[in-house]
């Protein structure tokens, strides 16, 4: 299959540039999958699809505040640091601007000197190697210092940012919000709770790639990003003991289903697991345990929409993304969902 398969057109303002105010009030298009029929909803409404027995599976993955704004020293030229991947000894992996003043040698500093850092080493795919100096705890820093780092679709300024986190995020380490998970509130989970659903989490650090185009013209020369995902004997044994009872497994989002898709075994039999995962799940790819997804509008030609496009089809899925633009739904990350079953 070719990359251009998966184009549709969207206009520009359909992309939501704010959260609503209240993050279950977006709204909710269901595809049937055998079928093709949609449904127009609110996220609120969720439940209604949901059935006693069913497991939900959240990615409690928190977003690190990882975009420095910062100078070059000596000079005070301004500077821009993303952090990617820590690869321990105060070493990041990171994307850098501007990249021709930012070589090996270079230094750094933010906030007025509390946090310093030196350019290390260059990557083969433009990144750098940073190392940073400072004192106290590292990510109580960055809580002070550092940024969102917003999709580059989003103009906006975020006014608060805790609007970029799920209610239910633990653990830090996201360059990007598992997006499908914004929709929540506590409130929401527990109707869900009270319907005899079980909720389980899985952890996935969403990497920068998700918001990489697929530059191919064949889709399977494309080389997946890797991105790191954890596997509880608890959640395993949840999702196992669900099915086994003919509950459904519902993934929110595209982070849970590639984590469980990653570690099933062909049964659809879950163990315990963690580590890297370079997924790549495209139409012709046989679902192990995913039974619905709950998931945003992807952009087009990317590695998500193939994803869903595997999961329902890639004629209903552009189907439906046509008359979600018909209908003016709103996309990508602070936009509507839908559920997929």
């Excluded at 690869?87 to 906030?111: D, H, I, Q, Y």
């Excluded at 030196?118 to 106290?136: H, I, K, S």
Aim: net charge neutral.
């Amino acid at each position: 299959m070719k990359t251009s398969d998966f184009y549709y057109d969207l206009p520009q303002e359909l992309i939501a540039q704010t959260p609503i105010e209240r993050r279950d009030a977006s709204r909710l298009m269901t595809l049937n999958r055998s079928t093709g029929e949609t449904g127009h909803y609110h996220f609120y409404d969720l439940p209604e699809f949901l059935c006693p027995g069913d497991c939900l599976i959240l990615n409690d993955s928190r977003v690190l505040p990882a975009r420095l704004l910062g100078q070059r020293l000596p000079g005070g030229g301004a500077c821009e640091v993303l952090l990617l991947t820590d690869r321990g000894e105060n070493t990041w992996e990171c994307l850098v601007r501007p990249g021709r003043k930012m070589l090996p040698g270079a230094r750094l500093s933010f906030g007025d000197g509390e946090l310093t850092a030196e350019v290390t080493g260059e990557l083969a795919d433009g990144g750098r190697l940073v190392r940073f100096q400072y004192q106290g705890i590292f990510l109580e820093v960055l809580e002070r210092l550092g940024k969102m780092p917003l999709p580059p679709y989003i103009k906006a300024e975020l006014r608060d940012r805790e609007r970029y986190q799920t209610v239910y995020s633990r653990h830090t380490g996201s360059a990007a919000a598992p997006t499908a998970g914004l929709h929540f509130t506590p409130e929401l989970l527990e109707t869900i709770r009270k319907k005899g659903v079980e909720i389980g989490y899985v952890t996935l650090h969403v990497g920068l790639g998700t918001f990489r185009p697929v530059k191919e013209e064949n889709i399977t020369d494309h080389a997946m990003h890797r991105e790191y995902c954890v596997l509880s004997r608890e959640t395993a044994d949840l999702i196992n003991r669900a099915r086994a009872a003919g509950g459904r497994c519902v993934c929110v989002g595209t982070t849970s289903c590639r984590t469980l898709e990653s570690w099933a075994g062909e049964d659809g039999h879950m163990e315990a697991r963690s580590g890297w995962t370079d997924i790549y799940i495209y139409p012709g790819y046989r679902f192990k345990v995913t039974d619905a997804l709950v998931t945003n509008f992807h952009l087009p030609e990317s590695t998500l929409i193939m994803l869903v496009s595997a999961f329902a089809g890639r004629e209903r899925v552009l189907a439906a993304y046509q008359e979600a633009v018909r209908e003016r739904y709103r996309f990508f990350s602070f936009g509507d969902a839908m559920f997929l079953y």
